[in-house]
Nanobody
């Protein structure tokens, strides 16, 4: 059974930094693409960043240059380093894994950016 567990969400002031982590269980982590999405109150879920099994990365325009996605295959863990946080970054952040055409989701971790 695939299980994704996010951690690292917190309350942070605008301009600050946070690092989110997503640990995967039940899959051969290194073989699969992973990603981050987020959902702000009253808005639909939006894509943030993805990282391929080979380490290639892509970012939404809204976070490019501020966020960095990475993975540690030895720890079955993906990260999202978030710098220069803005009020608009407030959301529940979800990790996702693409496994043989199926997408799996974590339970989410709350990031709140305050002024």
């Amino acid at each position: 059974q695939v299980q994704l567990v996010e951690s690292g969400g917190d309350l942070v002031q605008a301009g600050g930094s946070l690092r989110l982590a997503c640990t995967a269980r039940g899959i051969i982590f290194r073989n699969h693409g992973m990603g981050w999405y987020r959902q702000a109150p009253g808005k639909s879920r939006e894509w943030v960043a993805t990282i391929g099994s080979g380490g290639s990365t892509n970012y939404a325009d809204t976070v490019r240059g501020r966020f960095t996605i990475s993975r540690d295959n030895a720890r079955d863990t993906m990260y999202l380093q978030m710098n220069s946080l803005k009020l608009d970054d407030t959301a529940v952040y979800y990790c996702t894994a693409s496994v043989f055409g199926d997408n799996y989701w974590g339970q989410g971790t709350q990031v709140t950016v305050s002024s």
